[in-house]
């Protein structure tokens, strides 16, 4: 028994020592292979710098961000009071508030991607079944500006037939107007690249329009708001808007009588319409605060244009000398549903009607209220 014993603890010792032998062997292999692959990475140079760690192969350079906001003194946390409300944490250099309608590519540099810059932003509230109209209304325009078209009808793609509609901007959401676009869509800060900003109708015939000629003029006259004259025989509602053959631009009018309790006031001054409106960057900043986000239709808002420019009745006129048509062509008014048996555009109209008398009293009870708390009231 005693020799038994004594020959298996030997056999248990050689058993040990045969597996350290090869699980040494096989570390051995392992980190050989491990080292091959790592030098295969190619990876030559390890750089922490500045707040970046820079690993550098043969192919390209990585660097990470390292952000450390540790100071050796003083506090590692921001506060920039200047900074646009919600962005107070972050460094001002850091901090884009506002942006474009720029296309930009999916590669390459970013300071490569514009060959032009356009300076004006036109919009058209669009169907398709306008689409000649509008192709004809875009060819008065230049490179100079940026085409968007909302479409209210929900069809897009079958505007590609026309070469300038694959570099434009489409947004399409189905039966809202131009104003509840422009609430959304066109905020200050987003179109703050552009001068001018033209928020148009779709039924303009542009036969006698140049946008560039129509540019200078406006900045001729000093005008931040305008609209191009229109045809006197065609839709008129207002002698303010009406085109005369005998001046580039006007700024006042006479109207019936009892229209006009100032001549500096709308619709004698002071009063463009809705359906073709042009705003400088300026007056469009303020103008958008005055777009009501459930009003949709935007009656009203011609007669309180005059609030975002000082003095008014200098800064908002029409343009004679590049006019359009109104064609009346009650295309949005079909997106509306009938109702107890009246045509959808019935109920448009009705709409128009009943926000444009909301908005004024809006617009009054804010006056009022403002006015109350300064002691005027």
């Known amino acids: ?41 190619s990876v030559n140079k390890f750089n922490l710098r500045s707040g970046l760690l820079s690993i550098t192969d043969e192919n390209r350079a990585i660097e990470i961000p390292h952000f450390n906001l540790n100071r050796s003194s003083g506090s590692s946390k921001i ?18 508030s506002k942006s474009d309608f720029h296309l930009r590519r999916l590669w390459g540099d ?26 004809a209304a875009v060819k008065k325009f230049s490179e100079d500006f940026a085409i968007l078209l909302f479409h209210y009808d929900g069809r897009t793609t079958e505007w590609d037939q026309f070469e300038w509609s694959k570099r434009a901007i489409h947004i399409s959401i189905k039966k809202q107007t131009k104003w509840w676009y422009a609430k959304r869509f ?13 928020i148009w109708d779709e039924d303009l015939g542009v036969e ?9 003029l406006i900045k001729k006259h000093g005008l931040e708001i305008s609209q191009p004259g229109l045809e006197p025989n ?25 229209w006009c309790s100032d001549p500096h006031l709308p619709p004698c001054a002071a009063f463009v319409e809705i359906m073709a409106p042009v705003f400088s ?38 343009v004679d000398s590049q006019w359009v048509v109104h064609q009346v062509i009650p295309s949005l008014g079909d997106q509306g549903e009938s109702d107890n048996g009246k045509a959808p555009w019935e109920g448009v109209r009705q709409r128009c009607r009943s926000e444009w008398e909301e908005f004024r009293h809006r617009l009054t009870d804010a006056d009022n209220k403002y006015f109350a708390q300064l002691g005027n009231g």
């Open 234 to 258: 065609k839709g008129l509602t207002w002698q303010m808007t009406k085109r005369r053959g005998d001046s580039e631009v006007h700024k006042k009018t006479e109207e019936k009588p009892g």
């Open 281 to 318: 960057r300026e007056a469009w900043r303020c103008v958008w605060h005055l777009i009501q986000n459930d009003l949709v239709h935007g009656w009203g808002l011609d007669f309180a244009l005059r609030r975002c420019v000082e003095p008014a009745h200098e800064k908002i006129g029409v």
């Open 110 to 135: 970013p300071n490569e991607d514009l060959k032009t810059r356009p300076k004006y932003l036109v919009t058209f509230t669009v169907g398709f079944n306008q689409r000649d109209n509008i192709n």
């Open 79 to 96: 506060y920039a009071a200047s900074n646009p409300r919600g962005a107070e944490s972050l460094p001002p250099g850091i901090v884009v």
């Open 186 to 198: 066109l905020h200050p800060d987003v179109v703050a690249a552009y001068e001018y900003i033209f």
């Open 1 to 41: 028994m005693m020799v038994s014993a004594h020959r298996s603890g030997v056999g248990k010792r050689s058993n040990d020592s045969a597996r350290l032998i090869i699980t040494t062997i096989m570390g051995v292999v392992f980190g050989f292979f491990i080292g091959i692959s790592f030098q295969s990475v």
């Open 208 to 216: 006698h329009f140049n946008a560039d000629k129509y540019i200078k």
